[in-house]
């Protein structure tokens, strides 16, 4: 009963997809007046089904309903409760359904609460939220439905790949998706204001938090997404370049240029044309980011549902909808009024030269992902690595870097470089100190050594916009950017330090052993085989001493997984304030020459490798902040206008001689 | 400046941004297109000595052999021909890395014709076989994966 529930909420929000995107239509059309009213409803009323919907099939996890085909091939019995849950996204139609109910959550958000908008823009937005959203079900309902039954329920269920029962793989799909998401919104709404030629500074303000959002959510989940790599894949590696970890990062890209073009055409009127240009790039990049990850046509080793007919679905749509977008772009630019002017040497100009920097970066990113799919047209099997993408995006953004310490610091419009020379300065002679200092005590490789040099000298560019200020009048949104930039130059010197410094031991060692790494001392203790709800394991025993400090006991273990039959590692992670203490056990190694078992210990002292996730998620704090303070902005000028109104309603019933209508 | 002009300059700019960032990537990109090996490529046109490459194919059987010191493993990989190449790698083998599958060793060729891999790149599902080892007798995997959902559908 549950699974048809589902599934009929699933065919209801479509009809409502439908109905939107008429009375949409309709809206800039002065057409039937009783459908346009019901583009709103229409979209609330879809956000709660396919809420409901996605809630079912969360249930039928729950209770591991073996007689619905997408809980038997994807959960167990025997499971831990919490991965039965997050087992709901952990495959590909669950992960759809999800999808498609944020998506009509973002766009009853949106119908529900958005006022502020020329009614015909919003018309003419809903029509479109309406049209993706209608792509997407068909894509469920027709090649991937969530709900199908078997025809005899099974008798056990085939598990959950164990990679995926880590809670760090809970919660970075999601987090991904409503970045996707969000983007599809900013989308919508440049295609409203497109066809309707209204691309204001208004507009801007009203995409700004769907862009803000999307950007925070993108974010958090790719911080957590390398994090996950990083300590359940047992590399000790933190980014691959692998085409699925790209497919995220292409979209962060753009909305990132995104986020900065919003806010000048919010405050400054500028960039009109861009701003849009930007919101169909990003929107572009979600989908093409669904479309690698779920069709298979690239090779990634952490590719996980593979079927050529689904690929070909999501390529159609991304054909139409940024086909469409293009047309329409096309069609319009020439209407939209010229922007306010600036010149190269102001805020703007910066913003203007970053955005073109973070375009160029996409462009590699995006040709080296691709490249692969192209050659293997002509039978010729690529595979593009880290010697590529380094060098090749490095190009592009050392001179972003440099632009984004002093950008924040000119003034709008127009602004004389003699006026920040003493900043300029300072911080070129505090990137300069850092590459003598880290030359002189050993020669590294260029790009962490740049990397260092860097995050020093932005670490002070960001702190620089608060300086001669009083902090407590500071603006919330500008603590959003400072926090933000801060954590940029945190990540860099995180990146950058684990390249230059990490150490690392690899031994075969037997019970009583000690190892050397770094300042650490490791005693192996003992392997003794332990059991979990549904795996056995060999754990290991370590003793971590540093100095003449205290031991601390790590315990990382071999784990085997019986449903589906697979070996996973646990890395044990010591953390301290200045880095990370990785270890990995590998299979047994033979004997000693006492007749000791030995076994694989693979070490890493790895410095301030934690400040590549801090400083990801200072960036999404830092777009928190400034969600807040857009928002306290927003309420203060609402209250202000309301007050302002009354006033003038007040003073017009005074002076008419009538007494105002008491309030109901 | 006129706004118009502003605007085309904007345009110019980005596009130059872009276009020269598909040209480094085209240059770059030619570079890497003798960055993946077969082993019957490799044994033809071997890479110098010392260039970072992968190296894909599959595991041959019986040939997985671990050193004195329990850590070096040396095994031979081979391809569509009977080409074999042996490669040698310290550390801890991936999950997943058995006889018979399809596994990816970045790292160089060393003088002595041995490949000394730097990492072994193993698949992270069940499902996955990768691309570039199509055509090779290696989907046991994926065939083993179908037979143990087959009969649930």
């Known amino acids: 009963m549950i699974a048809e529930l589902g599934h009929a909420a699933l065919w209801l929000a479509t009809a409502l997809a439908v109905l939107q995107m008429v009375g949409g239509a309709l809206g800039l059309r002065n057409g039937n007046e009783a459908i346009v009213a019901l583009t709103r409803p229409a979209a609330v009323v879809q956000a709660f089904l396919a809420t409901l919907s996605f809630l079912l099939l ?95 329920p099974a008798g056990e269920g085939s598990g959950l790949n164990p990679l995926l029962q880590d809670i760090g793989l809970a919660i970075h799909p999601p987090t991904l998706y409503i970045g996707y998401v969000g983007l599809s ?106 479309f690698l990850v779920r069709s298979g046509v690239i090779t990634s080793v952490h590719a996980f549902a593979v079927d050529p007919e689904r690929g070909s679905f999501i390529l159609a749509l991304l054909g139409l909808y940024i086909g469409g977008a293009l047309v329409i772009f096309a069609m319009r630019a020439g209407y939209i009024a010229e922007g306010k002017r600036f010149t190269a040497t102001s805020r703007e100009g910066a913003l203007v030269f970053n955005n073109v920097m973070l375009s160029a970066i996409l462009a590699i990113v995006l040709l080296g992902t691709l490249y692969p799919v192209f050659t293997e047209v ?85 702190l620089l916009p608060l300086r001669g200020r009083k902090l407590s009048r500071v603006p919330t949104a500008t603590w959003g950017m400072v926090m933000a930039h801060f954590g940029v130059a945190v990540a860099l010197f995180g990146m950058a330090s684990e390249s230059a410094f990490t150490s690392e031991r690899l ?84 004997v000693d020459a006492n007749g000791n078992p030995r076994w694989q210990l693979r070490v890493w002292w790895k410095p301030f490798v934690t400040f590549i996730w801090y400083g990801g998620l200072m960036i999404a704090f830092g777009g928190i902040l400034s969600i807040i303070g857009r928002l306290q902005v927003d309420l203060k000028r609402r209250s202000v206008t309301k007050r302002g109104n009354q006033r003038r309603e007040d003073a017009a019933a005074l002076a008419g001689g009538t007494a105002p209508e008491p309030a109901e | 400046m006129k706004a118009k002009h502003q605007r085309m300059t904007l345009v110019v700019l980005a596009l130059i941004a872009v276009v020269a960032a598909g040209l480094i990537a085209a240059w770059a990109l030619r570079s890497q297109a003798n960055y993946f090996y077969l082993p019957e490529q490799m044994a033809a046109e071997p890479p110098e000595v010392g260039q970072a490459v992968r190296l894909g194919g599959m595991v041959a059987a019986d040939s997985i052999k671990t050193a004195e010191d329990g850590i070096t493993v040396s095994f031979l990989v081979t391809g569509n021909t009977d080409d074999m190449i042996p490669v040698t790698y310290s550390g801890i083998l991936p999950d997943l890395f058995v006889e018979g599958s399809g596994v990816v060793a970045e790292g160089s060729l060393q003088a002595d014709g041995t490949f000394l891999a730097t990492n072994l790149l193993a698949k992270h599902d069940e499902n996955y076989v990768p691309k570039e080892l199509e055509g090779l007798e290696g989907h046991k995997a994926s065939e083993e994966y179908a037979e143990t959902v087959a009969g649930m559908s």
């Open chain 1, 58 to 152: 969360l249930y039928a996890f729950a209770i591991t309903d073996l007689s619905i085909k997408l809980v038997a091939t994807n959960s167990h019995s025997m499971k831990p409760f919490i991965y039965k849950l997050t087992g709901t996204w952990g495959n590909h139609e669950g992960s759809m359904l999800l999808w498609v109910a944020v998506l009509a959550l973002s766009g009853g958000l949106l119908a529900g609460l958005e006022r502020r908008l020329p009614e015909k823009t919003m018309s003419a937005t809903l029509s479109v939220q309406g049209f993706v959203a209608l792509g997407f079900y068909s894509f469920l309902l027709l090649s991937s439905n969530p709900f199908e039954r078997l025809p005899v």
């Open chain 1, 185 to 290: 919104v900013a989308f919508s709404l440049c295609m409203g204001a497109l066809i309707t030629r209204q691309v204001t500074p208004d507009f801007a303000k009203v995409m700004r938090p769907w862009v803000l959002a999307a950007w925070v959510f993108l974010t958090f989940g790719i911080t957590a997404g390398s994090y996950w790599a990083y300590y359940e894949l047992g590399w000790g590696g933190w980014w691959f370049w692998d085409p699925v970890e790209n497919a995220s990062l292409m979209p962060w890209l753009a909305a990132t240029a995104l986020l900065h073009s919003v806010s000048v055409l919010a405050a400054r009127d500028a960039l009109r044309t861009w701003t849009i240009m930007l919101g169909v790039l990003a929107f572009s990049m979600s989908m093409l980011g669904t």
């Open chain 1, 378 to 462: 002509f039978d010729v099997r690529v595979s593009v690595g880290p010697p590529y993408f380094n060098p090749a995006s490095a190009i592009f953004a050392i001179p972003m870097f440099m632009v984004m310490a002093v950008g924040p610091l000119l003034r709008w419009k127009d602004d004389k470089p003699a006026r920040i020379q003493f900043e300029v300065l300072l911080l070129a002679s505090i990137a300069i100190t850092v590459i003598a200092l880290v030359a002189f005590f050993g020669s590294y490789d260029i790009l962490p050594l740049l990397g260092l040099a860097f995050a020093a000298a932005l670490g002070v560019a960001s």
């Open chain 1, 507 to 590: 031994a075969a060692v037997s019970s009583g052993g000690q190892e050397q790494v770094g300042e650490w001392t490791i005693e192996l203790q003992s392997v003794d085989p332990i059991a979990g709800p549904n795996w056995t394991a060999i754990e290991a025993r370590i003793i971590a001493t540093r100095g003449d400090g205290d031991g601390v006991l790590l315990t990382p273990q071999a784990r085997n997984f019986w449903a589906p039959t697979q070996a996973t590692s646990e890395s044990a992670l010591l953390t301290t304030w200045d880095g990370q203490l990785y270890a990995v056990i590998g299979d047994q190694a033979g």
